[in-house]
């Protein structure tokens, strides 16, 4: 069936460090991929999509370029802040009967001062 | 617009109890998602409605079950709690079926 697998951290940063969380998925035909991510305490908050090959998902200086030759959908960030401290999920979604929606396992990202 | 909204925040019940959990959509969305998040693990698919109908679940028991209402907001229900079901519970909607999930807040369920 449909997977996604992510780096699962903790990752650590220090600010204004770059930022990658990989993300690989497994999915038969032409999945949308999606960055979500989860503050503190609140639910989740859609952070960036991308809905087709070479599709670039960009929001609040994160980036993510769905890479079908590759099966990834790496999430960049050029220069972290502390409020950037979450937990971010990748996720795809797929008309795929059965399996529908499939979520990493999530990445913990602590950035300090 | 307001977002999606879940009641209650916060749920306290005994081992062998019945839960139930609210979830208003965005307006205008029609499908509502189920995920459970238990410490520890991930996200976790439960139940996906549209338009009235279940349209897929995940691998859960049968005592996880839901509804969703004519007016597109829905319920999950758990029944004969356990210990493990203590988790947050995420709904999500999104305008058409499969299309861009956006998440409420949650509900906190402690099985006690």
């Known amino acids: 069936g449909d997977s996604v697998t992510q780096m699962e951290g903790p990752v650590t940063l220090s600010e204004e460090a770059f930022l990658t969380i990989n993300c690989t998925y497994t999915?038969?035909?032409?999945?949308?991929l999606f960055w979500y991510v989860q503050y503190p305490g609140e639910g989740l908050q859609l952070l960036l999509k991308?809905?087709?090959?070479?599709d670039k998902g960009s929001n609040k200086g994160f980036e993510a370029t769905y890479r079908k030759e590759t099966t990834s959908f790496h999430l960049e960030k050029g220069s972290v802040q502390v409020s950037d401290s979450a937990v971010y999920f990748c996720a795809l979604s797929n008309d795929n009967y059965g399996q529908n929606f499939v979520f990493g396992p999530g990445t913990r990202l602590s950035v300090l001062p | 617009e307001a977002g999606v909204t879940q009641s209650p925040t916060h749920l306290i019940k005994t081992r062998g109890q019945q839960a139930t959990l609210r979830c208003s959509p965005i307006?205008?969305?029609?499908?509502v998602y189920w995920y459970q998040q238990a410490l520890g693990l991930g996200l976790q698919f439960l139940l996906w409605?549209?338009?009235?109908?279940?349209?897929n679940r995940g691998n859960f028991p049968p005592r996880f079950s839901g509804r969703q209402f004519p007016n597109y907001s829905s319920e999950l229900n758990v029944n004969a709690l356990e210990l493990e079901d203590s988790a947050l519970y995420l709904c999500?909607?999104?305008?058409?079926?499969?299309?861009?999930?956006?998440f409420g807040p949650g509900t906190r369920l402690l099985v006690l």
């Open positions: 999915a038969t035909g032409y999945p949308s």
């Open positions: 307006s205008g969305h029609t499908s």
């Open positions: 409605y549209d338009e009235g109908e279940e349209r």
């Open positions: 991308a809905t087709k090959a070479d």
């Open positions: 999500a909607s999104s305008l058409a079926p499969l299309g861009t999930q956006y």
